[in-house]
């Protein structure tokens, strides 16, 4: 399923492709524009959603948006915001789910449409994979989860901790025996946590909040080192 949607505006009598009609007056009233002709700008809004289904337990998924300006959403108006903020995100994804196999290879760019604010970055990729299985006829299930992700932010307004990128590595092989019994049941099992940050630049992290493994934590919402 494939769908395409936008917006176009031919001339939007109150944007130049830099000011409003409003702040374009104000600059020139105040001296800091030198007076000129008010030029109306093209503007317009591009959207692709898709969701695929191939062979058996493979789908795809992508959403894409583009916009002519920073302004336009703010101007214009849509429902693409995220805590008060004009934000487009952008995102792409490989999913494979058979048997106990589930594994899956994404990507998510997120761009911040407001000036002088931080929180734009990318998730560039990530890949999560999940599996568990019994051998034969032993009644232990094995079991691992792992993920890789690849994060970066080119934001000239990213300073100290908010500069730091990088990525993360996250493991957790277990081993799970189901116990029954006529009056009841339980579950034993033996996992050990792997999770290894590779961060640049390494000088942020001295005052990083550092979990159990003597590693830096990273908030998974952000992307950046919980100080």
């Keep these: 399923e494939n769908t395409l949607g936008g917006a176009w505006l031919p001339k939007d009598d109150n944007y130049d492709g830099e000011f409003s009609f409003d702040e374009f007056e104000e600059l020139v009233r105040s001296g800091r524009l030198t007076p000129g002709t008010f030029r109306a700008e093209e503007r317009w809004l591009a959207r692709f959603d898709h969701r695929g289904s191939w062979v058996r337990g493979l789908t795809t998924e992508v959403d894409y948006i583009a916009v002519s300006d920073d302004d336009y959403l703010r101007d214009i108006g849509t429902d693409l915001y995220s805590n008060g903020l004009p934000e487009i995100e952008r995102s ?25 604010t931080l929180g734009s970055y990318q998730r560039l990729p990530q890949v999560d994979l999940s599996w568990h299985d019994r051998f034969g006829d032993v009644p232990m299930v094995f079991g691992v989860d792992f993920q890789y992700a690849q994060f970066d932010r080119d934001d000239s307004l990213a300073t100290d901790r908010d500069a730091v990128t990088g990525d ?13 019994w006529g009056w009841g049941w339980m579950e034993a099992t033996a996992a050990w946590k792997y999770t290894r940050y590779t961060l640049d630049p390494p000088a942020s992290l001295a005052a990083a909040l550092l979990d159990a493994s003597g590693q830096p934590v990273i908030d998974p919402t952000t992307n950046q080192v919980v100080l």
Excluded: C, K, Y
Excluded at 168 to 180: A, G
């Design 92 to 116: 792409a994804a490989v999913r494979l789910r058979r048997g106990g196999l589930e594994a899956s290879v994404w990507a998510q760019d997120i761009r911040i449409l407001q000036e002088n």
């Design 168 to 180: 993360r590595v996250h493991m957790v092989p277990r081993f799970t025996m189901p116990l029954e």
